[in-house]
């Protein structure tokens, strides 16, 4: 069967890639109030390999699907799509 990386990999590998997390997994507030600082948004080729790090995110306590004011969007459109128009921002490293 399938299965998630352990937690703790998981929020090892989301750290990597940027996103900040609380260092009390205890304290779902605290979480709350740093997830309100962080605006993440997802993006693949075709909108379908990101649904395992939206999964990640949520198997880590990332999400709030309670929140009006999500800090995590899932954009479905293609990155060929985005990046080809020239009216939508994009950061360069």
């Known amino acids: ?19 900040v997390f609380d260092d009390n997994d205890n304290d779902d507030t605290q979480q709350e109030q740093t997830q309100q600082q962080q605006h993440i948004l997802c993006t693949c080729g075709s909108g379908v390999s990101i649904c395992h790090v939206l999964l990640a995110l949520e198997e880590c306590g990332y999400l709030n699907s ?28």
């Open 1 to 19: 069967p399938l299965r998630l990386k352990p937690r703790i990999e998981l929020k090892q590998i989301l750290t990597k890639a940027g996103v």
């Open 66 to 93: 309670n929140s009006n004011d999500p800090t995590v969007w899932m954009y479905d459109g293609s990155w060929n799509e985005y990046g080809s128009d020239p009216n939508t921002p994009k950061v360069k490293k």
